[in-house]
């Protein structure tokens, strides 16, 4: 059974750096095509993809954010950890971690966290 | 980026009607390579994270009824549920899967009429 738990800060200031961490149990991410993604949702309206990071640490990153984002993971620990700089109100929402399953390409994600609601404010 | 309209907003269908919703992705989502079309389907359920319904445009994921399906090609998509459920009120989020940024949709409220 595969579940996938996002945890970090509820509040973050403004500039501020935020961390989230997923962890996730019900198989490797060191398996061949396994990848694990990163979504948010702000209050009321549509998913935007953020990043991915494969089986073989390739990472993806959205073109609008990537200068501000990092991932890594940590194989024996299960977790993969996204970071975003220079925080501000307008990336307040819900951040979800998902798998990508094998045998699909790109960012088509099966398995959610629960996602946890981040709000930016001073 | 690749823009994904849905149509309609919301709509409301009696228990066991066909609901019927539409995406329109704003350049072609289908690979000549792998000849699939790179379109996803989400219902999300409120306080619920997202669910996957669709992928390859017309593939059911592993335990979703067959009442749901998805069909079209290129740039224009539909998602039908054949015979509307209580437990099929959420709102649907088609995504197109080819290119960075994997782009939603904005999302269709389906309600109960």
């Known amino acids: 059974q595969i579940t996938l738990k996002e945890s970090g800060p509820t509040l973050v200031k403004p500039t501020q750096t935020l961390t989230l961490t997923c962890t996730f149990s019900?198989?490797?991410?060191?398996?061949?095509?396994?990848?694990v993604g990163w979504l948010r949702q702000p209050p009321g309206k549509t998913l935007e993809w953020l990043a991915l990071?494969?089986?073989?640490?390739?990472?993806r990153y959205s073109p609008s954010l990537k200068s501000r984002l990092t991932l890594t993971k940590d194989t024996s620990k299960n977790q993969v950890v996204l970071t975003m700089t220079n925080m501000d109100p307008v990336d307040t929402a819900s951040y979800y971690c998902?798998?990508?399953?094998?045998?699909?390409?790109?960012?088509?994600?099966?398995?959610w966290g629960q996602g946890t609601l981040v709000t930016v404010s001073s | 980026d690749i823009v994904m309209t849905q149509s309609p907003d919301s709509l409301a269908v009696s228990l066991g009607e066909r609901a019927t919703i539409n995406c329109k992705s704003s350049?072609?989502?289908?690979?000549?390579?792998?000849?699939?079309?790179?379109l996803a389907w989400y219902q999300q359920k409120p306080g619920q994270p997202p669910k996957l319904l669709i992928y390859?445009?017309?593939t059911r994921e592993s335990g979703v009824p067959d009442r749901f399906s998805g069909s079209g090609s290129g740039t224009d998509f539909t998602l039908s549920i054949s015979s509307l459920q209580a437990e099929d009120v959420a709102v649907y989020y088609c995504?197109?899967?080819?290119?960075?940024?994997?782009?939603f949709g904005q999302g269709t409220k389906l309600d109960i009429k």
């Open positions: 390859w445009a017309s």
């Open positions: 998902a798998y990508r399953p094998p045998g699909t390409t790109g960012g088509v994600f099966n398995h």
């Open positions: 990071i494969y089986w073989d640490d390739d990472k």
């Open positions: 995504q197109q899967y080819y290119s960075f940024s994997y782009t």
């Open positions: 019900g198989f490797s991410l060191s398996s061949n095509e396994v990848g």
């Open positions: 350049q072609s989502v289908f690979s000549s390579f792998h000849k699939r079309d790179y």
